[in-house]
């Protein structure tokens, strides 16, 4: 694993890891964090992994912002917030297009820009201690790192608006039960849980778990004759591969498949 500035990263065994090192300062996202955010991102992606793993080290996912930092800055503090959001939201955007699925590990509080980056992913486990408080409005800013993008697409647009305006703690029950996260683990479990969805998607038909997420990430601003349409180029590129040979085969004989590696 490469580590710099409070992030590490590294690819093993078709699994993308991306972790946040800095549990002594909450995970805080400083200028420095979020370029070696944006640098551990795209090295990853780079390596065309089958899945990646978000995750981050100590009892709290992730902050937000680095507030000291931003007091720091003073009237600077419009040229700070830019500096930090032009190279590590087009990073943000590549990791949400790539074409695996994406796996988030929530252990613990999450808050701010620390919203985004845990609801960007596919796939969003959270552990019993998990609470979010998106926290802009209480400070006099708004969501960045597509923190309400993400939180509306999980928990619709009118519910993302409120919570953002008030600021209001989320417990773990209540992300569950709005669909903020997919599944909860108690804190000892999560590590191991995420590991093993990650690695039972990285063992998946690559074109075709890459198809799903082309066909579902585009609704639902697609029509329905430009998604039929969609539909119909995907799945006879994936009737090409030798995994769908592997598949069908395997339906047939009645043993799970073995399928592409590479």
């Known amino acids: 694993m490469k580590q710099s500035d409070g992030v590490a990263w590294g690819v093993t065994d078709k699994i993308g890891r991306i972790v946040l090192t800095r549990p002594e300062s909450a995970n805080s996202l400083t200028r420095a964090a979020t370029r070696a955010l944006a640098t551990g991102i795209d090295e990853v992606l780079e390596c065309q992994p089958r899945v990646v793993l978000l995750a981050a080290q100590g009892s709290i996912f992730c902050c ?20 930090i959001l032009v190279p590590l939201h ?12 994406v796996v988030s590990a929530l252990n613990g509080p999450i808050a701010g820009a620390g919203v ?17 408080r998106t926290g802009y409005a209480a400070i006099g800013l708004s969501p960045d790192l597509g923190a309400s993008y993400f939180l509306a697409r999980r928990v619709g647009a009118v519910r993302a608006q409120q919570w953002l305006m008030l600021s209001d703690t989320i417990d773990a029950e209540r992300c569950l039960q709005y669909g903020v996260v997919d599944a909860l683990h108690p804190d000892a479990e ?3 849980a995420a590991d093993n969805l990650a690695k039972r998607l990285a063992l998946m038909p690559a074109a075709s778990v890459s198809a799903i997420k082309t066909l579902c990430s585009g609704l639902p601003g697609r029509s329905l004759e430009a998604h039929l349409s969609l539909e119909h180029e995907l799945l006879v590129g994936c009737s090409r591969s030798v995994d769908a040979v592997e598949g069908l085969r395997a339906f047939v004989e009645k043993r799970p498949p073995q399928f592409n590696r590479s």
């Open 64 to 83: 937000g912002g680095d507030i000291n930092e931003f007091v720091a800055a003073g009237s600077g503090l419009d040229e700070l917030v830019d500096d």
């Open 90 to 101: 087009g990073a943000l955007h590549r990791l949400v297009s790539a074409p695996v699925p």
């Open 116 to 132: 985004g980056l845990a609801l960007c992913a596919d796939f969003v486990l959270g552990a019993v201690s998990l609470k979010l």
């Open 190 to 192: 999560l590590e191991a």
